[in-house]
């Protein structure tokens, strides 16, 4: 093996991957090389450091999507074929569109728990449970949304959470290709407060 | 941890939702942290995301099993990240364009202490897609260089001389920022 290629092979040996000959190879020649030891040393740092760089992923949000559309797909993809299916008709998509809400209000507004750090398959199971449910839950606030925001790009799934409970509001769709969601008062009498609860919040970019 | 994931994808492909979720549970972090690393757009990393792992539920019964789930589903992410930055027209399509060099000469070794990760973030940065693709497969995920190949669609051999550079220049770059710093 040439020098590149020890050099070359010290990325995998940093990332503990490298194994049998070519593993053997390399630490014969570090043991002889001050050069690659203190390269490997460094490689090791960075990836010491990627690895701890946090990342805010879309998490709990994002797999209330995951499950809102592959539920929309699902029901579209069951739905019986008609003559001419390549036309659907407005009513149709505005079914489509309310039950997606519905589906997203179920598991954002009254379940999130259950997709907590420690939630589990089971939990999970009782997630599908429920959005398989045609009937049996219902959306307290009626569906129509008497908010419209944008939560800031680094609001965690806690803190929305918080804020909805707070305001007294629930996710009934969304989001939309802008990533805005609508909300719905639970109590159609609190609609100042809920309003001024929403503005002041930190991790509401835009509110109408 | 790998059979899992398998018996995942062969539940998803029989339409369990509970499976898919699962799946994303377990890895939606590192996913995302890819997209982030070449979009560098948490908004559009999301969109990209959200697609791979409906990808995932259209296609998880064309999964040969041949390779990890892992390094399937990063492979998914991987082209869907390569589609994004063709329509923002900004990909590189060969080896042959030269990174952004950020700075100065000699390839040292230390990396000080405090603002490590801003400095290692900046110079990912500087590298061109392809490169920094493989260092970060490498280094976040921790994959073999065959397992890199696998995701990028690339011969071995290709990725060996992607990480041969990209590596040459993150610590050329980091060097030279660290002296600013010092400075």
């Not at chain 1, 109590?187 to 930190?202: F, H, K, P, T, Y």
């Not at chain 2, 995302?32 to 690393?37: A, C, H, L």
């Not at chain 2, 908004?43 to 040969?64: Q, T």
Request: aromatic share 6%; proline share 3%; charged share 25%.
């Amino acid at each position: 093996m040439t020098r590149d290629d020890f050099e070359n092979l010290l990325v995998f040996k940093a990332n503990g991957t490298l194994e049998g000959e070519e593993l053997a190879a390399l630490e014969a020649a570090l043991a002889s090389d001050a050069e690659l030891r203190a390269e490997l040393y460094a490689l090791e740092a960075i990836r010491d450091t990627m690895q701890s760089d946090p990342v805010q992923s879309p998490g709990e949000l994002g797999l209330a999507r995951l499950m809102r559309d592959v539920e929309n797909e699902t029901r579209v993809t069951e739905a019986p074929a008609a003559a001419n299916d390549n036309v659907v008709p407005i009513t149709r998509l505005r079914f489509w569109q309310a039950a997606a809400a519905v589906v997203l209000a179920v598991g954002i507004g009254f379940n999130l728990t259950d997709f907590g750090p420690g939630a589990s398959v089971e939990t999970s199971v009782a997630f599908e449970d429920r959005i398989a449910e045609p009937a049996g839950f219902g959306l307290a606030s009626g569906g129509s949304s008497d908010f419209t925001v944008a939560f800031a790009p680094d609001a965690t799934e806690a803190e929305i959470r918080g804020l909805l409970l707070d305001a007294g509001v629930e996710i009934v769709s969304g989001p939309s290709a802008l990533g805005l969601y609508g909300l719905a008062l639970l109590d159609m009498d609190a609609e100042r407060s809920a309003r001024d609860i929403l503005a002041s919040s930190g991790i509401i970019d835009d509110l109408q | 941890m790998t059979a899992d994931h398998k018996f995942l994808i062969e539940q998803i492909a029989s339409g369990d939702k509970q499976a898919l979720a699962a799946l994303y549970k377990a890895l939606e972090r590192p996913v995302y942290k890819f997209i982030v690393s070449r979009l560098n757009d948490p908004h559009e990393a999301n969109d990209i995301l959200h697609e791979v792992f409906m990808d995932v539920w259209r296609s998880a019964g064309r999964f040969e099993g041949r390779s990890k789930v892992q390094t399937w589903v990063f492979g998914i992410a991987y082209r869907k990240s390569i589609d994004v930055m063709r329509k923002r027209g900004r990909v590189d399509l060969t080896d042959e364009q030269p990174d952004l060099v950020d700075d100065s000469p000699d390839q040292e070794t230390c990396l000080a202490a405090g603002q490590e990760a801003e400095h290692v973030r900046h110079c990912l940065e500087t590298l061109k897609d392809d490169h920094r693709s493989a260092i970060t497969l490498a280094f976040y995920q921790d994959m073999t260089y065959g397992e890199i190949a696998e995701v990028a669609g690339v011969p071995e051999g290709t990725v060996k001389t992607r990480i041969f550079h990209a590596k040459k220049l993150l610590m050329r770059c980091l060097q030279g920022r660290v002296e600013r710093t010092v400075a």
